[in-house]
């Protein structure tokens, strides 16, 4: 474990996830491109979810390239990471299962979003958030879920849209389940430290 915590603190890999995360950063926008013109401008912050998950952590690799934490960005990452990166993994896959099918697009979002948060959770040894900041991401992240569900800002899945109350009760739980796996990771006592200056 020492090992793979050493070799992610190395500046070519930070590099190497660093561009991969804009790239990913900003075909995600794009994709949600018609969503945020049809969203009415006081919601807008709060639609492309997964790409602005990824900017968090683009913030966060900057910042280690530059020897230094940002806490906010660190807590804002793990928990929108995770949360958006099993939430669309969960939602393709619901898509293949009540539609017996699943365009190529489709794999590419179950693999990218799975990887997203996994990387959220590796980088975990060394972000420095403290328990106010986990508070902060907490409440951006369920206020989001209410953004989504109450005022129906959520990412659009047509095929899915009988199944919105209870994929709105499923992301409620996700987002608690995210907020108190940062809290266990980050916050509690953590089994090692790590630095990466």
Wanted: net charge positive; with cysteine; aromatic share 20%.
């Amino acid at each position: 474990m020492k090992l793979l915590i050493q070799l992610l603190g190395q500046r070519s890999v930070l590099w190497c996830l660093l561009l991969i995360n804009i790239a990913g950063t900003i075909y995600g926008y794009y994709w949600y491109g018609w969503q945020i013109r049809e969203t009415p401008a006081h919601f807008l912050l709060f639609v492309p979810d997964s790409p602005t998950a990824s900017l968090f952590f683009v913030f966060v690799l900057i910042a280690f390239l530059m020897g230094k934490n940002w806490p906010l960005f660190e807590v804002l990452a793990i928990v929108t990471l995770f949360k958006y990166g099993i939430w669309a993994v969960v939602m393709n896959v619901l898509v293949l299962v009540v539609s017996g099918e699943l365009p190529w697009q489709g794999y590419m979002l179950i693999a990218s979003h799975f990887a997203m948060a996994v990387e959220g959770l590796l980088y975990a040894p060394y972000y420095r958030f403290r328990f106010w900041h986990l508070m902060v991401a907490a409440i951006w992240t369920l206020h989001n879920d209410v953004i989504d569900y109450v005022f129906g800002m959520m990412p659009r899945y047509s095929i899915l849209n009988e199944f919105m109350p209870q994929i709105g009760y499923f992301t409620f739980w996700l987002s608690i389940l995210s907020i108190f796996i940062a809290y266990i990771l980050c916050v509690k006592d953590k089994p090692y430290k790590s630095s990466l200056f």
